[in-house]
């Protein structure tokens, strides 16, 4: 699972769970961390050594979606290093990965995915990132979601395309032939990241959804239908067209509807449980 945030209850709760965590660096934590190698220090200190080895930590995600014109920007790859030193201080940089979450919208020329780039000002931002990650083994986190590519674009995104039913019709890219949106969306990233320096660096999808109401093609048909094809596609190891034969690391998102979150009305409704905890959909995971 995943959490944005170092909360003691949950950190908690995951005691002896043997369930593995992607832990976040929140975005308004970066700026603290990223001159201050004694904080960060701390920060590992106070939030996964004074929990590990009870807590399995997987990857800490240093920052989510820092657009490269916000202010955190310049403060993601200092902080990013600062954590890493300290995990590796602690010998266990090995077993748990640093990185930080980015998203689709930074991927320019994203079809045919084979020309997916970080151009301009996103360029200048990912690539030390994608640098700093070669050189320390570490895997991309990247939120993925074909909803939005839908929605945004209903036109020339057919609604079976992004929810994984399509049965013709099907883009091709040079040798590859893409039968889903999600692949393409990965495979554009994956150019991407190739582009900047980076072709031996995996991609860990941080989050992906659909949401059930409050918006265009928001249903809960279609969100299950969503969630239990992509559950599907990324357990069955068929890979992505150009990272073909390996499961795709996959966190759902998210666990809850979020029904105070502000935004837009189908924020509120990526949940695989209701806010009293009910489910939504019967998935099967395996």
Known sequence: MRIYDPNPQDLQALRGSGIELIL?????????LA????????????????????VKFRIIAVGNEVNPNNDA????LPAMSKIYDAIASAGLKDQIKVSTATYSALVSNAFPPSHGSFDGTAGTFMGPIINFLKNTNNPLLFNIYPYFARTGDPQNVPLPYALFTATEGFPQDGQNQYKNLFDALLDAAYSAVEKAG??????????????????NDASVENAKTYYSNLINHVNGGSGSPKRPGKAIETYLFAMFDENQKPGDESEKHFGLFLPTKQPKYQLSFN
Request: hydrophobic share 35%; no cysteine; net charge negative.
């Open 24 to 32: 976040d660096v929140p975005n308004d934590k970066l700026g603290s």
């Open 35 to 54: 001159n201050d190698a004694a904080a960060a220090s701390k920060w590992v200190q106070d939030n996964v050594l004074n929990y590990n080895p009870d």
């Open 73 to 76: 920007a310049p403060f993601v």
């Open 198 to 215: 980076g072709p031996n660096v995996e991609i860990v999808v941080s989050e992906s959804g659909w949401p059930s109401e409050g918006g």
